[in-house]
């Protein structure tokens, strides 16, 4: 399994010099990237990773960071494409000063530990205080800038395959809330005792102070970096509860189920929008459940709708929606009196059990992106010309092909969910030409509309950039090939 260490780091005046330095030109690149591929999108991760190779010619600051630290960045902008096309963020944005503040060695070589200390590659050698020692392979080390302290995160691979999952012999269903901010379904309760008033006072008056500072000052500097600190502190103490809690949860409980809340649209109430942010819910299910996973539990995540209105003995609904300040359950039909979260706590878990013999993957993964997999490749072959063909399919030869990966994916059409025939579309790449591009691509997807069909992506070896299209209706076979451009 991997793991993560993170380290303090005491590098030199000159070598926080260098750092920032680095930060900047990736930051750089980042926003030149996202410019480009903005601009047209068929650009992609491939094409901007060979076009590496010409920039540092003409920029003289790329040549002073190591390669692999610049092939990354493409990879994270690759990475913010694939997650705004699965719908899971936002359209990424250009990265303005102090917004980014990492960058990383993605294979040990770049980065090693000697003599207690950090080497970089083209930054040298920087104290680090090891508290303890990573136990497994290294395999990458990310600089992180927080503020005015610096940090290092080395991601270690121990060679131990993940543990099964386990019998659910002791579940639990989790109720959250800002009164209760915890209520297990077995009755137990955890209060959040932090309490963030006096940081709030010293957070505005810092913020005051800074807006006073002159743009691009010595002193704005100054009172930036003193509400960076106010900030970490409060961050800090919400990460230290809620790992201790969570870890809590993970040693007691094999199964923990929480409800999914659409937290985005809660905050929108500006009455208690500050008091969720303080609750952190969206942290303690995420601690959690990288936490019971690894020790082979399970956590699972189900649908709030109506706990909080229904019954858990019986399960007959209220016959009106209970308001917020009424606390106590009393069920009409079997005569229930029960605290409030406690009977949504138990429906929780009903659910919960219900859902766990479908749950089939750990939540840590279902929306897992792969940095090496182009989203232009999964999908948008079939877009803006790419493919040549003539509007015919009589008197056309078919080129030399290599095929090196087949990718699957549905054609847009409902009767291809209930046509039972056997219809196949192998696709495989051509050069893009000129010449009536338009109406050769509307030719194919016409084609592909009608057939209602699921298509097998089969592309060709990169060096020639020959595509060829076949398309199998039924038991009708028509092949639509395209000569390779000399």
């Not at 917004?99 to 993605?106: A, E, G, L, M, V």
């Not at 497994?136 to 290092?152: F, L």
């Not at 505005?204 to 002159?214: F, M, V």
């Not at 930036?224 to 949860?249: C, E, G, M, P, Y």
């Amino acid at each position: 399994m991997n793991g993560s260490y993170k380290f303090r780091l005491y590098p030199i005046e000159q070598q926080v010099k260098i750092l920032n330095d680095t930060i900047e030109t990736c930051r750089h690149l980042y926003n030149d990237s996202l410019g480009e591929r903005s601009q047209d999108w068929d650009v992609s991760f491939w094409n901007q990773k060979q076009l590496l190779v010409l920039r540092k010619q003409d920029n003289k600051y790329y040549k002073q960071v190591h390669s692999q630290v610049l092939q990354d960045v493409l990879l994270r902008l690759d990475k913010s494409y694939q997650t705004f096309f699965k719908k899971i963020m936002k359209y990424p944005k250009f990265k303005r000063r102090e917004k980014y503040n990492s960058f990383t060695y993605p294979q040990y070589g770049g980065f090693r530990l000697k003599d207690n200390k950090l080497v970089l590659s083209l930054i040298g050698t920087i104290n680090i205080k090891m508290h303890r020692i990573p136990v497994g392979t290294m395999k990458r080390c990310t600089i992180i800038r927080d503020a005015d302290q610096w940090y290092c995160c080395i991601t270690t691979d121990d060679g131990v395959d993940k543990p099964a999952t386990k019998p659910n012999t002791n579940p639990v269903g989790v109720d959250v809330g800002l009164l209760n901010w915890i209520t297990l379904s077995n009755g137990k309760q955890i209060q959040n005792t932090l309490n963030f008033e006096a940081q709030a006072k010293k957070i505005k008056q810092l913020q005051r102070n800074l807006s006073r500072k002159e743009k691009g000052s010595k002193n704005r500097e100054k009172a930036r970096i003193a509400l960076a600190k106010a900030w970490r502190q409060v961050r800090r103490n919400r990460d230290d509860f809620v790992h201790k809690t969570s870890k809590l949860l993970a040693e007691e409980y094999t199964m923990t189920v929480f409800e999914k809340l659409n937290i985005t649209v809660m905050v929108k109430n500006h009455n208690l929008a500050k008091a969720i942010m303080d609750a952190t819910w969206g942290k303690l299910r995420l601690y959690t459940a990288y936490k019971v996973e690894r020790r082979g539990g399970q956590v699972i995540v189900v649908n709030p709708r109506g706990t909080s209105q229904k019954c858990s003995r019986c399960g007959a609904d209220t016959e009106e929606k209970l308001d917020l300040s009424v606390r106590m359950f009393e069920c009409r039909s079997c005569g229930l009196v029960l605290g409030r979260d406690l009977n949504a706590a138990i429906n929780i878990l009903k659910l919960g059990l219900e859902q766990a013999h479908a749950e089939t993957e750990p939540l840590l993964v279902q929306q897992r992106i792969s940095k090496f997999q182009s989203r232009k490749q999964e999908a948008h072959v079939l877009r803006r010309g790419w493919f040549t063909t003539s509007q015919t399919t009589n008197n056309i030869t078919a080129p030399k092909i290599t095929p090196v990966k087949s990718l699957a994916f549905p054609v847009i059409g409902s009767e291809s969910r209930r046509n039972p025939s056997v219809r196949e579309v192998k696709l495989t790449t051509v050069p893009r030409t000129t010449s009536n591009t338009n109406a050769q691509s509307q030719t194919i997807h016409s084609l592909l509309k009608w057939s209602h069909c699921f298509a097998f992506v089969q592309l060709a070896n990169q060096r020639d950039y020959t595509r060829s299209i076949i398309f199998q209706l039924g038991t009708e076979k028509i092949n639509l090939f395209s000569s390779k451009q000399t």
